[in-house]
Each structure stands twice: as structure tokens, then as C-alpha cells.
């Protein structure tokens, strides 16, 4: 079946260190690979996606990029800031089920300042 | 405006009350869905509307009820509902469900619900 597995949290950086959440992901065909973003008491933010292999997704400084070999989209920021802090998850859509999102079980995010 | 709001923020409802959750987005989408989130859970699909028709109902129970008045509005209507189901209940739109290309869901901040 079709999955995503995410690194389990909660991850606890300083502020300005390098972030990295991996995220693998179990899929037939060619899905398309999104990280979304949940701040304390909010709904779920679209931070970056990814529609086919080696395409590189970016917002915010954050990356991601869809690894087919690997099967892996795994995020990265080069230095956090605390209004970083928060819960990501990883996703997937498959084409022939565009309106299902499958989520990762999300990552607790938190930056020291 | 790619804005998706919910209204109430907050709701505290005793189990054999009868309570709405209303979701609104004004930009043009044809599907709108409603999500049940757990804490430290990620949200899980309840319900897929495609041009005001009920097109996914993920097995869920009957006290639980949705409606699409119009392509703008997204209802909940909840009857008779257990401790159990008290979660962050979130809304989305997307442009359409038959399109790879518009598939990018907005979700709206949530209705956090307390079934006491």
C-alpha cells in the first residue's frame, strides 16, 4: 500500500543550526510529495511540494527534493529560526487518487533560541 | 484571497446536543473536505465534496453529518456525538478533485471541538 514514514520527533535544535527531517515513502507509480507545516494552534500550511523526480520544492528556506531512487523527500533548512517551531508533516498524493492525502505521522520541531 | 476560515474557534458541546462547524473559501474551488485531527496525530479524511456533491464518506458515523449549501460553504452538523470525538476538526478546499494539476489543498485554522 501506499505510506509515508517520517523521523519521530520531537527534534530540539539552537537557532542557526542545520535541519534536516527525512522522510521515506512507499508508493506504486509516480506520486506527488508535499511537506506540510501545523504552528501551535493552527490548521495545516502547504510549505513546499514536489510533482516529479529530482524537482526541488523551496519556500522560506526551507528544501526538499524527490529522491525516486532513494524514495525519500527529506527537508531541509541551512539555519532555524525559533518561529520555525512546529509540527511538519510529510505527504503524498497519487494521481489516480488526487484527493487523498497520505500523511506522515508529523515531526515536533522546536527552536531554542 | 486564499483564504479558508472556520467558524466556531472553539466549541464545547454536551453529548445530546446538536452543533454545526461552518467552513467558507472564496477562491473559486470546487472541492472542499473535512479532516478530524487527533493530538499529535496527523489529520485523518472524513468527508470529500466535488461540485457540491458528497463524492468520499470514509466510513463515518451517521452522527456526523455533512452539507455543501454551495461551492462557497461547508457544513457539519453533529448529533448525539461520544467523548471520543473531541479533536481539531479542520476544513480544505482544492480548485478540483478530477485535476492532477489543482490538487494543492488549503486548509482552513480548525474548530477545536469538546464533547463533555
Known amino acids: 500500500g501506499n505510506s509515508v514514514t517520517q523521523m519521530e520527533g520531537p527534534v530540539t535544535l539552537s537557532e542557526e543550526a542545520f535541519l534536516t527531517i527525512n522522510c521515506t515513502y512507499t508508493?506504486?507509480?509516480?506520486?506527488?510529495l508535499f511537506w506540510y507545516v501545523q504552528y501551535p494552534g493552527e490548521g495545516l500550511q502547504l510549505l513546499l511540494k514536489?510533482?516529479?523526480?529530482?524537482d526541488k520544492g523551496s519556500n522560506k528556506g526551507f528544501e526538499a527534493t524527490y529522491r525516486k531512487e532513494t524514495t525519500s523527500f527529506h527537508l531541509e533548512k541551512g539555519s532555524v529560526q525559533v518561529s520555525d517551531s512546529a509540527v511538519y508533516f510529510c505527504a503524498l498524493t497519487r494521481y489516480s487518487s488526487a484527493s487523498k492525502i497520505i500523511f506522515g505521522s508529523g515531526t515536533r520541531l522546536s527552536i531554542r533560541p | 484571497d486564499t483564504e479558508v476560515t472556520q467558524t466556531p474557534k472553539h466549541l464545547v458541546m454536551g453529548m445530546t446536543n446538536k452543533k454545526s462547524l461552518k467552513c467558507e473559501q472564496h477562491m473559486g474551488h470546487r472541492a472542499m473536505y473535512w479532516y478530524k485531527q487527533k493530538a499529535k496525530k496527523p489529520p485523518e479524511l472524513m468527508f470529500v465534496y466535488s461540485y457540491e456533491k458528497l463524492s468520499i464518506n470514509e466510513s463515518v458515523p451517521s452522527r456526523f453529518s455533512p452539507e455543501c449549501p454551495n461551492s462557497s460553504l461547508l457544513n457539519l452538523h453533529l448529533h448525539a456525538l461520544q467523548p471520543e470525538d473531541s479533536a481539531l476538526y479542520l476544513c480544505a478546499s482544492s480548485q478540483d478533485i478530477r485535476d492532477r494539476a489543482s490538487y494543492e489543498q488549503y486548509f482552513g485554522p480548525g474548530t477545536r471541538l469538546t464533547v463533555t
Open positions: 508508493a506504486t507509480g509516480y506520486p506527488s
Open positions: 514536489a510533482t516529479k523526480a529530482d
